[in-house]
Nanobody, 115 residues
Framework: QVQLVESGGGLVQPGGSLRLSCAAS????????MGWYRQAPGKERELVAR???????EYADSVKGRLSISRDNVVNTVYLQMNSLKPEDTAVYYC?????????WGPGTQVTVSS
């Protein structure tokens, strides 16, 4: 199993920045794929950014050039750097891991972009 814990969410003004963190309970070397999803009120959960099982990065079109995913294998953490935030980025952001054929989710962290 894999436990995931997100942190770093909060309230930010349009144009501002946040960095989300996702700490995993096991070495992320052993995890096939990890990434970030988000769910806004009344909408379905959608992919934001992820590391694929082949080692590539993938981004939603709506966040390209503004959000960036990275990882620190030493501390088993995946990050989401979010710049130039827009009100439409407001959502609960979830960390996701694919491990041995099973998908795991963190509890989520709220990001609110508002003036």
């Amino acid at each position: 199993q894999v436990q995931l814990v997100e942190s770093g969410g909060g309230l930010v003004q349009p144009g501002g920045s946040l960095r989300l963190s996702c700490a995993a309970s096991r070495s992320i070397f052993s995890i096939n794929a990890m990434g970030w999803y988000r769910q806004a009120p009344g909408k379905e959960r959608e992919l934001v950014a992820r590391f694929t099982s082949a080692g590539y990065t993938e981004y939603a079109d709506s966040v390209k050039g503004r959000l960036s995913i990275s990882r620190d294998n030493v501390v088993n953490t995946v990050y989401l750097q979010m710049n130039s935030l827009k009100p439409e980025d407001t959502a609960v952001y979830y960390c996701n891991a694919l491990y041995r054929g099973a998908r795991y989710w963190g509890p989520g962290t709220q990001v609110t972009v508002s003036s």
